[in-house]
Nanobody, 117 residues
Framework: QVQLVESGGGLVEPGGSLRLSCAAS????????MSWYRQTPEMEREWVAT????????KYADSVQGRFAISRDNFKNIMYLQMNSLKSEDTAVYYC??????????WGQGTQVTVSS
């Protein structure tokens, strides 16, 4: 059974950093493109970043380019999102998902990130 478990969220001041983790199980993690998304109560789900199966191909949304870094450890079956220079606009629930031809599937439960003074 496919499982994705996000963790690492919390409350941080503007300009601070957090590292999110996505622990995967129930599938061959190293064979799949993975993505991070985020969502607020009032807005639709927003794509944040994508990483190729081997971790070499990486893409970011313009809103996080230069501040966030996606990575993965295919031996531990974990994907990460390092978030630096955080802004209040980054406040959201962050989700990881398998990326199937650009479409997310098998969401995790999400982890809350709140950026506030």
């Amino acid at each position: 059974q496919v499982q994705l478990v996000e963790s690492g969220g919390g409350l941080v001041e503007p300009g601070g950093s957090l590292r999110l983790s996505c622990a995967a199980s129930g599938f061959i993690f190293r064979n799949y493109v993975m993505s991070w998304y985020r969502q607020t109560p009032e807005m639709e789900r927003e794509w944040v970043a994508t990483i190729g199966a081997a971790g070499r191909i990486i893409k970011y949304a313009d809103s996080v380019q230069g501040r966030f870094a996606i990575s993965r450890d295919n031996f531990k079956n974990i994907m990460y999102l390092q978030m630096n220079s955080l802004k209040s606009e980054d406040t959201a629930v962050y989700y990881c998902a398998i990326n199937q031809n650009g479409r997310p599937r098998n969401w995790g439960q999400g982890t809350q990130v709140t950026v506030s003074s």
